[in-house]
C-alpha cells in the first residue's frame, strides 16, 4: 500500500491568505498524505463538515472551543504561537516554515494513529542510488543536484550514507546528526523508527535529507535486509515518491544493497578508468553478475576534475541525466 494525497486536512485560520498558502504549498509535495482546504473561519469549516467529515483539522488555537470539537473523533491539531496547554489537543507552531508544519502535522497524525490503514490509490514510487565509480569524484554533490531537480516534480528524501563536509560546505546542509540512532533502531525494527526519522529530517533548498552519518562504523551494523526493511517502509508510510540514496565506500556488499533500487548512477573523473574497471570486474564477480548492466555511467564535466565544484556545471549534468532517465524508462514508470 502506498501513501497518495486523498484525505482532507481543513486549515482554519483567520487570516485567509495564510491556510491558503499553507494549501498552495502542500499541493507542490507529490506524495503529500492530505488534501488541504482553508477555512477563514469556523462557520465556514463547520458548513464544510455537515457535507464531508474532515481526516484531520488544523485549528488557530484562538478559535478552539472544547466544546464545538465533542462529536468530532478525528484528529484534531492547533496551530499556535508557543506550547498549548495539557488541557488542549497538540499543537503545531504557526512560526515556521511551511515545511515544517507539514512534517510537524504528519508526525502528530502518525501519533493518534500509529496503524491507521489511510485508504489510497497507487502512486509512483523510485528508488536512486549514485555510487563511486573513482575516488573522490564529488558523488554526493551530483546526488544533491540530481535530488533538487528531482523535488520539482517529486517528493524525495536524499539519503547521504557519509559524512556531509562538501554538503555542508557547498549547500549549507546543517551537521544535524543522528544517523546513528535511526540505524540502531533499524537493526532493531522499532516501531517508532519512521518518527524518529522524520524528527531527524532536516531540508535544505526543498531537499530534504536524512539525518549525517557521523560514524561510518555505524553503517557497517547495517544489513542489506535491514536497509530494504527501511525502504519499504519509506514507500509505505513516507510522504516521499522517491528515495536517492548515495553508497559511499562502507556499504557492504555493495552489489546486495544497489540491487535494492531502480535506477542506478555510477559517476567517474577521467584519466580514473583502471577504478571504473576495477569496480565493473568486482560487481561482475559476486552475487550480482547482471547488476553491471544496470548501471547508467555518469561522467563528470571535465572543466570540474581537479577543482572546487562547479554547481552550474553540476546543475546542467543533473537535468541531462534525468532528461536521459526518464527517455530510457518514462516518466510514469510505477515501480
Given at each position: 500500500?502506498?501513501?497518495?494525497?486523498?484525505?482532507?486536512?481543513?486549515?482554519?485560520?483567520?487570516?485567509?491568505?495564510?491556510?491558503?498558502?499553507?494549501?498552495?504549498?502542500?499541493?507542490?509535495?507529490?506524495?503529500?498524505?492530505?488534501?488541504?482546504?482553508?477555512?477563514?473561519?469556523?462557520?465556514?469549516?463547520?458548513?464544510?463538515?455537515?457535507?464531508?467529515?474532515?481526516?484531520?483539522?488544523?485549528?488557530?488555537?484562538?478559535?478552539?472551543?472544547?466544546?464545538?470539537?465533542?462529536?468530532?473523533?478525528?484528529?484534531?491539531?492547533?496551530?499556535?504561537?508557543?506550547?498549548?496547554?495539557?488541557?488542549?489537543?497538540?499543537?503545531?507552531?504557526?512560526?515556521?516554515?511551511?515545511?515544517?508544519?507539514?512534517?510537524?502535522?504528519?508526525?502528530?497524525?502518525?501519533?493518534?494513529?500509529?496503524?491507521?490503514?489511510?485508504?489510497?490509490?497507487?502512486?509512483?514510487?523510485?528508488?536512486?542510488?549514485?555510487?563511486?565509480?573513482?575516488?573522490?569524484?564529488?558523488?554526493?554533490?551530483?546526488?544533491?543536484?540530481?535530488?533538487?531537480?528531482?523535488?520539482?516534480?517529486?517528493?524525495?528524501?536524499?539519503?547521504?550514507?557519509?559524512?556531509?563536509?562538501?554538503?555542508?560546505?557547498?549547500?549549507?546542509?546543517?551537521?544535524?546528526?543522528?544517523?546513528?540512532?535511526?540505524?540502531?533502531?533499524?537493526?532493531?525494527?522499532?516501531?517508532?523508527?519512521?518518527?524518529?526519522?522524520?524528527?531527524?529530517?532536516?531540508?535544505?533548498?526543498?531537499?530534504?535529507?536524512?539525518?549525517?552519518?557521523?560514524?561510518?562504523?555505524?553503517?557497517?551494523?547495517?544489513?542489506?535486509?535491514?536497509?530494504?526493511?527501511?525502504?519499504?517502509?519509506?514507500?509505505?508510510?513516507?510522504?516521499?515518491?522517491?528515495?536517492?540514496?548515495?553508497?559511499?565506500?562502507?556499504?557492504?556488499?555493495?552489489?546486495?544493497?544497489?540491487?535494492?533500487?531502480?535506477?542506478?548512477?555510477?559517476?567517474?573523473?577521467?584519466?580514473?578508468?583502471?577504478?571504473?574497471?576495477?569496480?565493473?570486474?568486482?560487481?561482475?564477480?559476486?552475487?550480482?553478475?547482471?547488476?553491471?548492466?544496470?548501471?547508467?555511467?555518469?561522467?563528470?564535466?571535465?572543466?570540474?576534475?581537479?577543482?572546487?565544484?562547479?554547481?552550474?556545471?553540476?546543475?546542467?549534468?543533473?537535468?541531462?541525466?534525468?532528461?536521459e532517465t526518464e527517455k530510457k524508462y518514462g516518466p510514469e514508470r510505477d515501480v
Amino acid at each position: 500500500m502506498v501513501v497518495a494525497a486523498l484525505n482532507i486536512l481543513a486549515v482554519c485560520d483567520p487570516g485567509a491568505e495564510y491556510g491558503q498558502r499553507l494549501a498552495k504549498y502542500a499541493g507542490t509535495k507529490a506524495g503529500y498524505p492530505f488534501e488541504l482546504r482553508a477555512f477563514s473561519s469556523l462557520d465556514q469549516l463547520f458548513r464544510y463538515r455537515e457535507k464531508k467529515k474532515p481526516e484531520a483539522v488544523l485549528l488557530d488555537s484562538a478559535l478552539y472551543s472544547e466544546k464545538d470539537w465533542e462529536e468530532y473523533d478525528n484528529p484534531l491539531f492547533l496551530l499556535g504561537s508557543g506550547l498549548g496547554r495539557d488541557d488542549e489537543p497538540k499543537s503545531v507552531f504557526r512560526y515556521q516554515e511551511a515545511d515544517g508544519i507539514l512534517k510537524d502535522i504528519l508526525m502528530l497524525y502518525r501519533e493518534e494513529h500509529p496503524r491507521l490503514d489511510m485508504q489510497v490509490e497507487k502512486r509512483r514510487f523510485c528508488l536512486y542510488a549514485v555510487t563511486d565509480g573513482t575516488e573522490n569524484c564529488r558523488s554526493e554533490s551530483l546526488a544533491f543536484e540530481l535530488a533538487a531537480q528531482l523535488t520539482k516534480k517529486e517528493r524525495v528524501l536524499l539519503v547521504d550514507l557519509r559524512t556531509w563536509p562538501v554538503l555542508r560546505k557547498t549547500y549549507g546542509c546543517p551537521g544535524n546528526g543522528g544517523a546513528g540512532d535511526i540505524l540502531y533502531g533499524l537493526c532493531r525494527r522499532k516501531a517508532d523508527l519512521m518518527d524518529q526519522l522524520m524528527e531527524k529530517i532536516v531540508s535544505v533548498n526543498d531537499v530534504d535529507l536524512f539525518p549525517e552519518v557521523e560514524d561510518p562504523a555505524d553503517l557497517l551494523e547495517v544489513s542489506v535486509e535491514d536497509w530494504k526493511y527501511l525502504l519499504e517502509r519509506l514507500k509505505s508510510e513516507s510522504p516521499y515518491t522517491a528515495v536517492l540514496a548515495v553508497t559511499g565506500n562502507v556499504i557492504q556488499p555493495l552489489g546486495g544493497f544497489l540491487e535494492l533500487f531502480d535506477v542506478i548512477y555510477m559517476v567517474w573523473e577521467d584519466g580514473q578508468m583502471v577504478c571504473q574497471n576495477r569496480m565493473e570486474k568486482y560487481l561482475k564477480n559476486t552475487a550480482c553478475p547482471q547488476l553491471w548492466q544496470r548501471i547508467t555511467g555518469i561522467q563528470m564535466p571535465s572543466d570540474t576534475v581537479g577543482k572546487s565544484c562547479d554547481r552550474a556545471a553540476l546543475r546542467q549534468l543533473a537535468v541531462k541525466t534525468l532528461r536521459e532517465t526518464e527517455k530510457k524508462y518514462g516518466p510514469e514508470r510505477d515501480v
